[in-house]
């Protein structure tokens, strides 16, 4: 076995005890009213080290719960960025990670977060939700060519080895997953805008409540 395979291997077989039990997305509603999340729930949107896309400082911050093996996530990647596009000194994306799809999306946020400590991480996320089909195939899934596909985006699969063995990466997992149960997140992507749940979903509505929120901060 080459020092890749035994890489990918190490971090296919690493992967089952960084998240526990597998998650499964359950298709239900989101929070509903359209009304603003209560106070005490507020700090679960968000946490300082989350990964984020636009000016710190943006008046509209979106959150996404999001699944990197999740088919609808891939479908409004390029619909968020475009929205940001438009708005790119006024809105802000901050992604809370939500692996519902269990081990091919544990093994995705351990190697998104191994291209953040190696500023790799929106080459990386690119490549693999362009190539979701290759190694999310439900029934089907290729762990091994999770780290094919983030080498092919500049990532250094050696360095990640070791990176993914951080206390940081497990923590910043737990958290997450404590969140999203915190929150009631039950499907991916579920946004929120300002604070505001999406509800209903869809791309039509995602793009108004933006463009309202943009709107009431004078943008």
């Excluded at 500049?154 to 997992?173: C, H, N, R």
Aim: some cysteine; glycine content about 8%.
């Amino acid at each position: 076995m080459n020092r890749r395979s035994l890489i990918l291997s190490v971090l296919a077989l690493g992967v089952a005890g960084f998240g526990g039990a597998a998650w499964y997305v359950t298709r239900q509603a989101s929070n509903t009213g359209g009304e603003s999340i209560p106070p005490e729930l507020a700090s679960a949107l968000e946490r300082p080290y989350s990964p984020a896309f636009g000016p710190a400082d943006a008046p509209v911050t979106i959150v996404e719960f999001f699944d990197p093996a999740c088919e609808a996530c891939r479908a409004f990647h390029p619909i968020v960025k475009d929205i940001m596009a438009q708005n790119p000194e006024q809105v802000r994306l901050v992604i809370r990670y939500t692996p519902f799809h269990g081990l091919p999306s544990e093994t995705a946020i351990k190697i998104l977060e191994a291209a953040r400590m190696q500023d790799k991480f929106e080459q990386v996320l690119n490549a693999l939700l362009i190539n979701q089909n290759a190694w999310a195939a439900h029934g089907a899934p290729d762990l091994q060519k999770i780290g094919a596909i983030a080498a092919g985006a500049g990532l250094d699969l050696d360095l990640a080895l070791e990176q993914i063995k951080s206390p940081d990466v497990v923590a910043i997992f737990n958290q997450d997953r404590t969140d999203v149960e915190t929150v009631g997140v039950r499907q991916t992507p579920t946004f929120f805008v300002n604070g505001k749940p999406l509800d209903p979903f869809g791309e039509a509505e995602l793009r108004q409540l933006v463009a309202a929120e943009v709107a009431a901060v004078g943008g």
